[in-house]
T-cell receptor, first 114, second 115 residues
């Protein structure tokens, strides 16, 4: 069965600082990988996704993520954080092929200090 | 224009009651989902419908019954509400096939509180 681990429950950064949110997955083959953002009181919005090919994926709002097969990781990065990036971030994994159940991590809450 | 809308946004009710949450999407998608997000923010899929047919039904009590009158709507009816049903319920939709490969668009959520 697939699983996703987001080891950091909370991350605090200063505005303008760089950001990296960690995500590790467990799956027997190459999975589909996703990062979603949830602003307070809102639904989830897709930031970026990886299916195959280039392991560095660009997303919306200046985010990027890198798939590292050897580390089973798909960490999310942003070079300079804005106050509006304060939100909950979810990593998700899906299995390739067939009908399958998407699995979400528990989320990482990003706090941005001015 | 709202892409995926849910009503109500908040729902407070007593144990044992029956309640419904409605979801509508205007994106032309033919796959819709219900997710439950618990107090620890864990998000878990409950149901998925493709072209009004149930394709994913996770281990959910049969007190929960989804109904899809058409491709644009997926409602969730809950009978005999229990304290443990308190959560935020998200509706989502995506393009065809029920594949998670297609981007899912989420509604704003319905916060259900059972007293």
């Amino acid at each position: 069965a697939q699983s996703v681990t987001q080891p950091d429950i909370h991350i605090t950064v200063s505005e303008g600082a760089s950001l990296e949110l960690r995500c590790n997955y467990s799956y027997g083959a190459t999975p589909y990988l996703f990062w979603y953002v949830q602003s307070p009181g809102q639904g989830l919005q897709l930031l970026l996704k990886y299916f195959s090919g280039d392991t560095l994926v660009q997303g919306i709002k200046g985010f990027e993520a890198e798939f590292k097969r050897s580390q089973s990781s798909f960490n999310l990065r942003k070079p300079s954080v804005h106050w509006s990036d304060a939100a909950e971030y979810f990593c998700a994994v899906g299995a390739k092929g067939g009908s399958y159940i998407p699995t979400f991590g528990r989320g990482t809450s990003l706090i941005v200090h001015p | 224009d709202t892409a995926v809308s849910q009503t109500p946004k908040y729902l407070v009710t007593q144990m044992g009651n029956d309640k419904s949450i409605k979801c509508e999407q205007n994106l032309g998608h033919d796959t819709m989902y219900w997710y439950k997000q618990d107090s620890k923010k864990f998000l878990k899929i409950m149901f998925s419908y493709n072209n009004k047919e149930l394709i994913i039904n996770e281990t959910v009590p049969n007190r929960f019954s989804p109904k899809s009158p058409d491709k644009a709507h997926l409602n969730l009816h809950i009978n005999s509400l229990e304290l443990g049903d308190s959560a935020v319920y998200f509706c989502a939709s995506s393009r065809s096939g029920g594949s998670f490969k297609n981007e899912q668009f989420f509604g704003p959520g319905t916060r259900l509180t059972v007293l």
